[in-house]
């Protein structure tokens, strides 16, 4: 599932870092163990504190020196975690929401029923939502994004939206018995996609008017699974669609037969 990871992913550490005493367990007091510890909280209070003023100003008013000092850092840091200014804001752009590709494999298999595919799909997107504030700082630098042109937005819809999008396209055309996508099936898949990216767009419409709907994570599994069903309820009318299109198309067929002499 996508969630807001503020660290990038690394290879699985050894395990036997740190100290051990004779019985095998792990001594907590490593002096590697904290300076690893203390990293990752450096880089994390960077992180947000990054991604909050990039949200609020976008990326070329917000300094590395404003972002250093807000968060508590000396200003060299940034260079070592993320190699520049340039190298933070893509981090803070692309770290916290995860990748939507990433998720595919949840709910694009061939023995999954349609249902079983749509709850993987729409619990993966919205995880983020339990998230809370963060994700709306998310949101409001994808608008700054667009406002401000980087060249991340480009990049993203090609490695990661066309990718998951194509696999959605593939799971409906799958169960509409389909052997390739067509127009209205990336309809579709558009369609389905937009039933959770709202809830997104929308976060601080939803909070202002009905707060709970989206105030626990328990809130957004339930509104998931509202998901689920409106999106087969949309698969269930595209297929009727297509059968009362092919069953006129061949009564017409049928009706040229019969008025050849």
Not at 145 to 157: A, C, D, R, S, V
Not at 172 to 185: F, G, M, Y
Not at 219 to 229: N, P, Y
């Amino acid at each position: 599932m996508r969630t807001m990871n503020p660290q990038p992913k690394k290879k699985s550490a050894s395990r036997h870092t740190g100290l051990a005493d004779n019985s095998g367990t792990q001594r907590s007091d490593s002096p590697g163990r904290k300076q690893r510890s203390d990293g990752a909280e450096a880089r994390e209070r960077l992180l947000h504190t990054a991604l909050r003023l990039f949200a609020e100003k976008g990326f070329s008013k917000t300094s590395t020196r404003e972002i250093a000092q807000a968060a508590g850092a000396n200003i060299a840091s940034i260079s070592y975690y993320f190699g520049d200014k340039a190298g933070l804001y893509r981090a803070v752009y692309t770290e916290p929401m995860g990748s939507a590709s990433d998720d595919i494999a949840l709910y694009d298999q061939p023995h999954f029923t349609l249902r079983q595919s749509l709850e993987g799909f729409f619990s993966s997107f919205l995880e983020p939502m339990k998230q809370g504030d963060l994700v709306q700082l998310c949101m409001r630098l994808h608008f700054q994004e667009m406002l401000e042109p980087t060249g991340l937005w480009p990049k993203q819809i090609d490695c990661d939206i066309k990718p998951a999008h194509a696999a959605l396209s593939a799971v409906l055309s799958r169960h509409l018995a389909i052997k390739k996508a067509d127009d209205d099936v990336h309809r579709l898949a558009f369609s389905v996609a937009g039933l959770a990216l709202q809830m997104f767009i929308c976060h601080d419409v939803i909070n202002a008017i009905l707060p709970k709907l989206i105030g626990s994570p328990a809130a957004v599994d339930q509104w998931a699974e509202r998901l689920v069903d409106y999106a087969e309820a949309m698969v269930a009318v595209e297929a009727s669609r297509r059968k009362a299109a092919g069953n006129a198309s061949s009564a017409g067929i049928k009706l040229v037969r019969k008025k050849k002499p």
